[in-house]
């Protein structure tokens, strides 16, 4: 396993996205997946109050509290998503804090390691933002705090804000980002923030670290592998397909066939080895072996590496 830190945090690279436990994976599954990505040395759990309403944070609680583990995980989760189904944005001081108390109680801790807002809301002033955030830290609920899909350019105000005020800043950011060139205007979502030449020069410039979610393109190249481009979806088309997308398949493809490496642990090495932003690419996965599959692109040679990223 590749290690970082983040701020005081040693982390693991590899985070373990866990939107649908409790849910879709139901939770012996959901067990399973956890005590094996332990044991593979990974220890960034990636959840959200929104996820199955609280399930996802309530199969983690009881994961934990089951294997006496909350010592040996740091624990990431998102509040002030916006209201479902009316899309209405809650970023006030108390959507925020009834979040945070909703995850505390069902993650069954006392804090959490990392708190993301899970959106931003642009006609709000980050004075208005930051403050409130800052006073969680104090509080001793969060340890850090974090922005999920928020522009470079607002979390750059964000923090000349903190700091000016000698608030607690963002340290690190959760964006899509994945070995595909993203097409913005075909994602299902237009309040999701993918990375982009923009976003990717803030972050460079800025060195903060990316938690990237939708790190294995939905399993795009596995696809393609299989069947071509014409057994995409046509969600899958409208989000990822264009000529970048198409040259980058083409060399994760051809080194896949060479060395019988699989596309998603080429993909994730697309990520984990980006000398200019740091990644920590979110999983998704459902069966134990799509951990060990992902694990590969944790010991690649040099040569594979120069010519994927080439």
């Given at each position: 396993m590749l290690y970082t830190h983040l701020q005081s945090l040693k982390s693991s690279r590899l985070s373990l996205g866990t939107a649908p436990f409790g849910t879709t994976i139901p939770r012996e599954?959901?067990?399973?997946?956890?005590?094996?990505?332990?044991?593979a040395g990974g220890n960034l759990l990636d959840t959200a109050a929104v996820y199955g309403f609280g399930v996802s944070e309530q199969t983690i609680g009881a994961w934990m509290a089951s294997r006496g583990a909350r010592d040996r995980v740091l624990i990431s989760t998102k509040g002030a998503h916006p209201a479902i189904p009316s899309w209405e944005k809650r970023i006030t001081e108390a959507d925020i804090r009834a979040d945070m108390e909703a995850s505390l109680r069902n993650l069954n801790t006392s804090c959490v390691d990392i708190y993301f807002l899970h959106r931003d809301d642009e006609a709000l002033p980050v004075s208005e933002i930051m403050p409130v955030l800052d006073r969680l830290v104090r509080e001793g609920k969060t340890r850090y705090i974090g922005a999920s899909n928020w522009t470079v350019a607002r979390i750059n105000a964000a923090n000349a804000f903190a700091r000016a005020e000698g608030l607690t800043e963002f340290s690190v950011s959760q964006i899509m980002w994945n070995a595909a060139c993203i097409n913005r205007d075909g994602l299902y979502d237009q309040t999701l923030v993918a990375m982009d030449g923009t976003e990717y020069a803030g972050y460079a410039e800025n060195r903060m670290p990316v938690m990237a979610y939708t790190s294995q393109a939905q399993g795009l190249f596995s696809f393609?592998?299989?069947?071509?481009?014409d057994s995409l979806s046509d969600a899958m088309k409208a989000t990822y397909l264009n000529d970048t997308t198409r040259r980058r398949a083409e060399i994760i493809l051809s080194v896949a066939a060479e060395t019988g490496i699989s596309p998603t642990a080429l993909s994730l090495a697309y990520l984990l080895y980006d000398h200019r932003v740091e990644a920590l690419p979110i999983l998704g996965i459902s069966k134990v072996e799509r951990l060990t599959e992902a694990a590969e692109a944790m010991d690649l040679s040099e040569e594979i590496l120069m010519t994927l990223l080439s």
């Open positions: 599954t959901a067990f399973r997946l956890l005590d094996a990505y332990i044991d393609i592998q299989k069947g071509g481009y």
